[in-house]
T-cell receptor, first 115, second 111 residues
Framework: GAVVSQHPSRVICKSGTSVKIECRSLDFQATTMFWYRQFPKQSLMLMAT?????????EQGVEKDKFLINHASLTLSTLTVTSAHPEDSSFYIC???????????FGPGTRLTVL | GQQLNQSPQSMFIQEGEDVSMNCTSS?????WLWYKQDPGEGPVLLIA?????ELTSNGRLTAQFGITRKDSFLNISASIPSDVGIYFC???????????FGEGTQLTVNP
């Protein structure tokens, strides 16, 4: 149980294009999903908290117009990196909350490379 | 905001040895979590702790929630090569559901 998937696992795009990453909870419903980014040899940095049916809450310094988050159902949240630039290249990981403590179970991550 | 200090940053051990790593926070947490991350993968939850003083085991892994609620440790006994990876602590303050992550401990196990 508590399986979270992400798609795609790896994406390479040209600078200026937009990229959409999907996060799905496969065997449970998640009211809350979270989006992180991780640079090499660093810890996870929370970008935003996504609540089903409402606007995402972004962390300080994260541009909401650049990183669009949609949480349209209890099993799907999407992150769209708009007008991607090379500095957006990173490992993006989502997690979904489960249980009374809303513990976070993570997806396998998406490696984004912007050329 | 809250800060988590995780140590050591890296460890190089021989197979069969025991390992210990810990995290301390600048504020009180009501939840401590320990995750393991393999290269190119997302973190996997190992142990969750919810009460001060709680000691929980998961196979060869044991973790404790410090009584001051500002620290936690993770022990791995009789290490094996597949224990290699990065271990992260994470904590949650009393209010809200936001997790704060430590900087990670890179574990290398030599056969």
């Amino acid at each position: 149980g508590a399986v979270v998937s992400q798609h795609p696992s790896r994406v390479i795009c040209k600078s200026g294009t937009s990229v959409k990453i999907e996060c799905r909870s496969l065997d449970f419903q998640a009211t809350t999903m979270f989006w992180y980014r991780q640079f090499p040899k660093q810890s996870l940095m929370l970008m935003a908290t996504s609540n089903e049916g409402s606007k995402a809450t972004y962390e300080q310094g994260v541009e909401k117009d650049k990183f669009l988050i949609n949480h349209a159902s209890l099993t799907l949240s999407t992150l769209t990196v708009t007008s991607a630039h090379p500095e957006d290249s990173s490992f993006y990981i989502c997690s979904a909350g489960l249980g009374s403590y809303n513990e976070q179970f993570f997806g396998p991550g998406t490696r984004l490379t912007v050329l | 905001g809250q800060q988590l200090n995780q140590s050591p940053q890296s460890m190089f051990i021989q197979e069969g040895e025991d390992v210990s790593m810990n995290c301390t926070s600048s504020s009180i947490f009501n939840t401590w979590l320990w995750y393991k991350q393999d290269p190119g993968e997302g973190p996997v939850l190992l142990i969750a702790l919810y009460k001060a003083g709680e000691l929980t085991s998961n196979g060869r892994l044991t973790a404790q929630f410090g009584i001051t609620r500002k620290d936690s440790f993770l022990n791995i006994s009789a290490s094996i090569p597949s224990d290699v990876g990065i271990y992260f602590c994470a904590g949650r303050e009393t209010s809200g559901s936001r997790l704060t992550f430590g900087e990670g401990t890179q574990l290398t196990v030599n056969p």
